[in-house]
């Protein structure tokens, strides 16, 4: 299951330009694609399912600092961003895909 998630995962992050291309959406618009954040909080959740929610803490303890202080950044950039929803929802889209990374990757090994 959890070779699946990494499948559809990287296929999807693989066809992202490609889909924003098509999309009817106007460009810098902020809205984003509703699929395309539902489909990275439903491959977060089976990526989690398929590890355990008891690996969770161990896998963040082993996240590097870097990581950590880019992110930091990223939420303390909210404070000043000209839209701050939309802001937020791209900090938190961005957190599940490093954290589905982290977890499909170590399920993997």
Known sequence: ????????????????????????TPKFSGEGNVWRQV???L????AVSCTGIANIPRLLRRT???????????LL???????PATSARR??????VIATIYVLIARAQ
């Open 1 to 24: 299951m959890a070779k699946v998630a990494l499948f559809c995962f990287l296929t999807f992050v693989l066809m992202a330009p490609a889909l924003e291309v098509s999309s009817s």
């Open 39 to 41: 489909f990275y909080v």
């Open 43 to 46: 491959t977060f959740a089976t």
């Open 64 to 74: 590097p600092l870097s990581i950590w202080a880019m992110m930091a950044w990223c």
């Open 77 to 83: 950039s909210i404070t000043w961003a000209i839209d």
């Open 91 to 96: 900090f938190f889209l961005t957190l599940l």
